[in-house]
């Protein structure tokens, strides 16, 4: 059969589509309405008992081919949204003869006698009761069909209705069905009142949805902190920018990057990226002034309560902002962010609890590194930029009894004893400032005048132990910026990359001073619903749960 007596079955991939031919056109329905049936029997896929008998309820009453139909909204009707009809129709005490039309997935089927039926339905958090009663349907919808739907309709079934807007005897808010419901999507497998197997929850995230509220509020909750957070940096004269997720360096941060290969590339070696930080930079030597990002970062390290290989972050960095302006900023930020979440708690995310003992009351506390530890352990801290500063430290930790972490660098030794002796005082909000350089590759460092030990111009944002925020005046030497990427390279010998030359080289073009800040979104998520595991908060789990949906096993 030659091309072009073919052409009639596709004609958009014709370029003179507009001379079709009449028989041409029919032929091609024709074909279309033979497809549209499809015998459904011989994809079902496998199956258990209970869905073999659903498979059956189903076929008994009509083709599995005909059970997903194209959503088509009847005319003459108003087709409605629930929340769009419960807030119209709030008010009415009588049947209204305003024909609407609205679908939800039946969250409950109720049987009266024999001749009346009512379903819940339920959409975007709203829900509305559906009245089918023989009597009142049209004479289009046969005796069969009424007894048809009693037979199928179960819990988590998408349907469609038509009627008019009525209030019943008992006040309740319902569509008077004017035609028998029709099925959208039928539910498969029994929705159960409750999951509480892990593997359930793991493996179907969608049926922890279907049988929960509490993941849906958590979503509004984590769409509320992206929304507030953009909303006060746009009113604030940030611009909102996006950087590459692929990079060579993957830099910015102390962290083992995902590899890839750029097959358009030669095979080229590139990462996922660990932090947005130095590309954004690169925007501020551009010439940006402020400018923020809301985005995804990857570090091929491991899975706990609070850390997950792939996580949302925001950073910002703004021209000329000092130290004392990062925390004001940070302080305004957090508070506000607080009160606007308890303000609509209870409407919008109610089943997910306030954090408890915690107090968002400015301005938020602050605890210098080396004086909080040296008060802790009644010692001084030996001078960290000595070549002997692992050896003091090594010793500082023996004679305190404290255990030594694996792979005993001066960095993992500094915060080894912050997470011992400062971060626990960290309940209320709390900023710990003037860490070691050494902790800090990327900011500005000055001799503190209180210990006489080189700092860096940093803060880290401690809630309830936990950190969330770090911020800092940003190093904009070239030549302090390659001293500090030489002495982190020392420090973690076991690979960090090459230096990354194309950015020293930016700053080679002049970075004007600048205040930077990094924010975890999930741990905030986390903070505000009060949950202990970052999986509780991330829609499909951590990266252990992605990976266990997709097994067939």
Not at 13 to 41: E, F, I, W
Not at 83 to 99: H, P, S, V
Not at 173 to 186: E, F, M, R, Y
Not at 327 to 352: C, K, M, N, Q, V
Request: include cysteine; charge should be neutral; proline fraction near 7%.
């Amino acid at each position: 059969m030659s091309r072009s007596s073919l052409q009639f079955l596709r004609p958009y991939l014709c370029r003179g589509t507009q001379s079709l031919r009449p028989q041409h056109a029919q032929a091609y329905l024709s074909v279309q309405r033979r497809l549209k049936h499809v015998n459904a029997d011989a994809f079902t896929g496998p199956h258990d008992v209970e869905k073999q008998k659903r498979l059956d309820q189903l076929k008994n009453i009509k083709p599995l081919g005909e059970y997903h139909p194209q959503l088509v909204y009847p005319a003459g009707a108003e087709a409605l949204s629930l929340r769009d009809f419960n807030a119209r129709f709030a008010d009415i005490q009588e049947t209204k003869t305003e024909n609407v039309s609205v679908f939800g997935r039946v969250r409950s089927v109720r049987l009266a006698g024999s001749k009346l039926m009512f379903l819940d339905i339920e959409r975007d958090t709203q829900r509305l009761q559906i009245m089918v009663e023989r009597k009142k349907l049209s004479e289009d919808d046969s005796e069969e069909k009424f007894k048809s739907l009693r037979k199928v309709a179960r819990i988590g079934d998408w349907v469609s209705v038509e009627g008019n807007p009525t209030r019943t005897t008992s006040g309740q808010l319902t569509v008077l069905a004017l035609k028998v419901p029709q099925i959208l999507a039928p539910c498969l497998h029994h929705i159960p009142e409750k999951v509480d197997n892990a593997e359930t929850l793991v493996r179907r995230p969608h049926i922890h949805s279907l049988t929960s509220d509490e993941p849906a509020d958590t979503l509004r909750l984590r769409a509320l902190i992206y929304d507030y957070i953009r909303t006060s940096f746009i009113q604030t004269g940030f611009l909102e920018v996006e950087t590459p997720m692929f990079d060579v360096n993957a830099g910015g941060a102390i962290a083992r990057p995902f590899e890839t290969v750029a097959n358009e590339m030669s095979n080229l070696p590139i990462r996922l990226r660990i932090a947005p930080e130095l590309n954004l930079k690169r925007l501020i030597v551009g010439g940006q002034d402020k400018v923020f990002e809301i985005g995804r970062v990857f570090r091929n390290e491991g899975v706990d309560n609070t850390h997950n290989p792939e996580f949302s972050t925001c950073e910002f960095y703004e021209v000329g902002a000092t130290l004392p302006q990062l925390i004001a900023r940070t302080e305004d930020l957090i508070h506000g962010l607080h009160t606007a979440i308890e303000s609509l708690r209870s409407t919008y995310f109610p089943t997910l609890s306030a954090p408890q003992d915690i107090s968002f009351t400015t301005p938020f506390a602050q605890l210098p590194f080396i004086p909080t530890i040296e008060r802790a352990i009644n010692r001084p801290l030996p001078d960290l930029t000595s070549p002997t500063a692992t050896t003091s430290l090594l010793a500082l930790f023996s004679s305190l009894s404290l255990p030594v972490p694996q792979n005993p660098t001066l960095p993992r030794l500094l915060d080894a004893l912050a997470e011992t002796y400062i971060e626990p005082l960290c309940q209320n909000p709390t900023f710990i400032t003037h860490h070691p350089e050494a902790l800090s590759p990327l900011s500005k460092s000055f001799i503190c005048p209180t210990t006489s030990q080189r700092v860096a111009a940093r803060v880290e944002l401690f809630i309830a132990g936990r950190e969330y925020v770090n911020a800092y005046e940003e190093e904009n030497s070239p030549f302090e910026q390659r001293r500090k990427f030489l002495q982190q390279q020392e420090f973690h010998a076991e690979g960090q990359g090459a230096i990354d030359e194309s950015y020293l080289e930016a700053l080679e073009w002049g970075m004007p001073p600048t205040g930077g800040w990094g924010c975890g979104l999930d741990r905030l998520v986390m903070l505000f619903s009060s949950r202990k595991r970052i999986a509780d908060v991330l829609p499909f789990g951590t990266l252990r749960n992605v990976v266990s949906i997709a097994k067939t096993d």
